[in-house]
């Protein structure tokens, strides 16, 4: 029977095998000797780093908190409180001189100002896209502005200004991992990668940017799943009760509103739903919604899937290389 239950877990259980594999992961595959966490004060990086405390130790464990000129205050004071509850050591890397060299928030503005030619530094903007529930919809997202007398407008971007939007912002989260590999290395670590199996899945995620990891500790379960071993692995109730954000544009914005059609726990459902061949007539008293609107979301689904396999794939070679480097001789031993 198909109902809210179905995502539930023995949370220390679960707990106890994931930090197995972070174990095994860091000591037997990268040999490394602890974890890099970037911290945003979100669920996912605050659930990644308690399970690297609880594999390998609060000593073994150092989390980064990397913000810029568009990110939340929240996200910093979240993610220090962490690190206090945790008893590991952090660092601040302020990231906003590096984006401004490599002139991300100027390319932004230039896509903008495409539709908006007023914009300037002192607005606000964010990128959403239309919902999926009011009809079947193309994934075509719209700017959305604040200028600095509060006024909010929207426009649809041209192609090439949406491309240039995107690529300028995902800078972003190339310079944050970057930042994260520079510590990894330094201390002979490893870095964990925070996607959920939602963003895992839909590639949600920067292709070189968070992206790039060397383990994925919660990448098989779902958000709701996540928010349920916050609760075992005593993540702060202030973390756990913020709504999720992509934290990435300078007005505020849920993931719903930039890339998902529902709120987690129904997309948690409806992915569920779609993975195990459950029919949409089933669905769709669960999660309350018509049977058509969840067949927009199961085809949604497989959408980004086709359109974010690339994120997915490794460099593609010529020919196939017979691997290397087994598993003796290796640098980095312990």
């Known amino acids: 029977m198909f ?3 179905v995502l539930n877990l023995d949370a220390d259980a679960e707990i106890s095998t994931i930090a197995e594999s972070i174990r095994t992961s860091i000591t037997r595959h990268s040999r490394r000797r602890g974890a890099v966490v970037g911290v945003s004060g979100d669920i996912d990086s605050a659930v990644c ?4 405390v609880r594999a390998l130790g609060p000593d073994r464990v150092f989390v980064l908190f990397m913000p810029e000129e568009d ?4 996200s910093l004071r979240l993610g220090q409180q962490l690190a206090e509850t945790l008893g590991v050591q952090s660092a601040v890397e302020e990231i906003s001189d590096m984006l401004r060299a490599a002139r991300c928030y100027e390319r932004q503005q230039e896509a903008i100002r495409t539709v908006f030619p007023d914009y300037g530094p002192d607005w606000k903007s964010k990128l959403t896209i239309p919902s999926l529930l009011d009809g079947d919809r193309l994934n075509v997202s719209r700017i959305v502005v604040e200028d600095p007398a509060g006024e909010v407008r929207s426009a649809r971007l041209s192609a090439k200004a949406y491309l240039q939007m995107v690529a300028a912002t995902n800078f972003k989260q190339r310079i944050r991992t970057m930042i994260e590999y520079y510590h990894a290395d330094a201390l002979n670590y490893a870095v964990c990668g925070t996607p959920n199996r939602l963003e895992y899945d839909q590639g949600f995620f920067v292709k070189g940017g968070d992206g790039l990891a060397d383990f994925k500790p919660i ?3 779902y958000k709701t799943q996540v928010f349920a071993l916050a609760g075992a692995l005593g993540v702060p109730q202030e973390i756990r009760d913020r709504t999720p954000t992509t934290d990435t544009f300078s007005m505020p914005q849920t993931q719903e509103e930039f890339y998902f059609a529902l709120p987690y726990p129904k997309m948690d459902l409806c992915l569920f739903a779609h993975n195990g061949g459950i029919p949409a007539e089933e669905v769709a008293p669960v999660v309350d919604l ?3 609107q969840v067949q927009r979301v199961f085809a949604d689904i497989e959408s980004k899937r086709r359109g974010t396999r690339p994120l997915h794939l490794a460099a593609q070679l010529v020919r196939p290389v017979p691997e290397v480097g087994g598993s003796a001789g290796l640098a980095g031993d312990i």
């Open 49 to 52: 780093a308690a399970l690297c």
């Open 290 to 292: 018509t049977i058509e």
């Open 219 to 221: 990448a098989h379960l």
């Open 3 to 5: 109902d809210h239950t």
């Open 71 to 74: 990110s939340s205050d929240d």
